[in-house]
């Protein structure tokens, strides 16, 4: 930057109250120009020496340090010997001029007056230098207080995204044990599966080998067997016999190993009626142990598919977390990279503010020394002309007094403020000596421009959560919409986390309240022996998360027994049921005693219910379609040689049921509830494909009730009805138990039991005795 020099000698008008200079300036830290109004106590007012201008003119400034300064490579020495070189000069002139010209007191007057407007200048433009150089210190001192402040928001946000990738990392650390637990229980889950399917499907080799060794009885009925069919069969058991017990299977399970003891204890009997008994025990072995094969490969399908979701949805949760890592790795690089930049811009700053210090200091140096050299020569002066005049004394001015800046920066298009500057004589002048001409002054100032505040957007929403549970973290961030500048307010933090998901995760599972219970399953309790009624409420999902408990876990499912009174003898379902029944006329079965069960039961129904029955064997055979016709249903019901015989085939009979119910049209407009009422020894020759066809039927919304015989393949038919079995069960020990059963199953087939006016007469009656006699 050029040192402002003083103008050339301006003509001044003696009748102008007012003195008005002109300073033609070189910017100072945004000024453009400095205005000098002086207040003029003589005519020729105030005017500097051209001597003074052309030295101002060619000197050149120090080097400021300071960007907003135009720099300049002359040193503050050589500035400080040019203005010295030209007091000097000067001095030398005075006393030529004194010795050629025989010095008069006006023309060492002019000059004093010379010197004295130069002096006055001198300590205007020292006052302008150290105003641009002070505010310049002030805005680079702002800067170095906002990058403090930026490096304390970098540094804490680098230990923020430290701990991020230190939890990242822990949690990830901890994700691999548990993948690894995981992936060793699984492993054992499966073993395990395993071995019980190579167990359940050496059960079923076997079983097909007594399958193969089984004795050919005659497809007849047994009680229209003739005695030459009857010797025949005695030699198949016999032939049966001495190859069955030959073999040496040993079966997995307890069940199948108990079976295969009971069937060698058959075929040590040598009557040729045993004949279909021995085929029905191998039947129900094969059976059973087909049922447990399947049961072991669905198991470990299951275990298997568990185990691939867990896995997967473990790899997607490291995979979350490694992200997460990533993430804040690469957060940590960048705010690494800030600090680099930040710590460069600190010492570059630090090394302004030292030279702007240092350029102030030398500054202050060389005015107060041009002041002083000033000084000098006016009281140099001074002397000359009291020789000429005894008692001259000049006006001695006091210190500048300036007022506060209008404005203490420049708003962005606006223009610089301004201060005003006032002295007062301390010393009159006398005796002819210098009056004081500047006493008031307004110099530019506020030139710096406005500091501008760090300007952010608002937040944005919250990012998700980096897990569902055990703990996570979520962030959102705001952009920088304006920078700061000028020393403004630094920009406060840009990016935020917090935790989240922090439930365990076993807890994490949201569950609905409990239903209201349901209608109970039963009318009545019929005995001991029969299943009570049951209800059920339950619980469903509202929030998914780890662990959630499958729909029969007892957390989300309850039952209990309802109705558990005992049936009244004689009471009549009051129903509008439709009720098909499947009977069991394979050449094992007892098909009188359950052809007795299905007249039992319809004998004591509303004449609005309708029924129909199908006979399954070797084929399906339609016994009565769906009537209300009692006449009609007894008659067809009757029939003993209806029976189908051969080997038990349930599903065909289970699809032609199911098609005959949809063929069934009333026209009455009623809605009429189905029920299928199977009744089985729970091992029919097609159990897989019974199976599936029970599993299609209750997924249609249809209701089963299965009366079985024998409890050894209980577990076999529960699979099939699912979680509600014992609602749809009643387990008899044998065939013969059926006729004396028609109200266990109407307890279980019908809505409401109606028991008989007399009976319920003898009920009132008794409980009003028992009143009684309690007063």
Known sequence: MRCPTTAPMLPISVSLPFLVLVLVLEPLSGASAVLLRGHAAASDGLILTAAAAADWESRAEPEMGHPSINKRKDSSHSSSHGMSSGINHSRVALHSKGKESATTFEALESKALSIRRELDDRRITCQLRYQALQETLVVVRAELVQLSSAMAGNQAAQGRARNAVSQAKTQRDKMKMAAAGMRTQCEEQLQHAQSLVNATERDVEGAKVMKGLAPKCSENSPTSSSSSNLLQQARDVAGAKEALLSLSIKFSSSWATAEWKLLQTLLKEQAPSQCTFVRAQIRKMAAGVTAAYEKSKEALASVNDNCQKEMAAQQARMAQVQRAQSDAAASLSDFVAEKASLEAQQISKEEEQQGLEKSLADSQKECALQIDQLRVMLQENLKLRQALKAGARDCSPGPWQWSTCSQDCKPIGGKPGSKNGTRYPLVEAEGGGLE?????????????PCPQDCQLSSWESWSACSAMCGGGTQARTRQ???????????????????????????????????SDWSACSRSCHFDAGGNPGQRTRARTVLKAGANCPVPDDPRRFKEEPCNTKACVNGSTCTGTEDVIFLLD??????????????????NGSSPDMHFAAIAYGSQPKVLASLTNKRDRLFASLSKLEDQPGGDPKLAPSLVL????????????????????VVLSDGAPSDILATSQEVKELRSEGRSLLVGLVGASMKDTVCSWLGKSCDEHLEVMNKWEELPQLPLRFLAALCSSLAAPAPMLQAAAEAAATTTAAAA
């Open 436 to 448: 004081c001409k500047l006493l008031e002054t307004t110099l530019e100032c506020g030139s710096n």
């Open 480 to 514: 920088v919409v304006k920078p700061p500048r000028n020393g403004g307010q630094a920009c406060l933090v840009t990016e935020e986390r917090r935790g989240c998901a922090m439930m365990a995760c076993e807890s994490s599972c949201e569950l609905s309240d409990w």
């Open 585 to 602: 006329g394979s050449a094992a079965a007892d098909f009188s005693s359950q052809l007795a069960l299905a007249r039992g039961i319809i």
């Open 657 to 676: 049921a199911s098609k005959l119910v949809e063929a069934t049209g009333y026209g009455d407009g009623r809605i009429h509830d189905s029920r299928l």
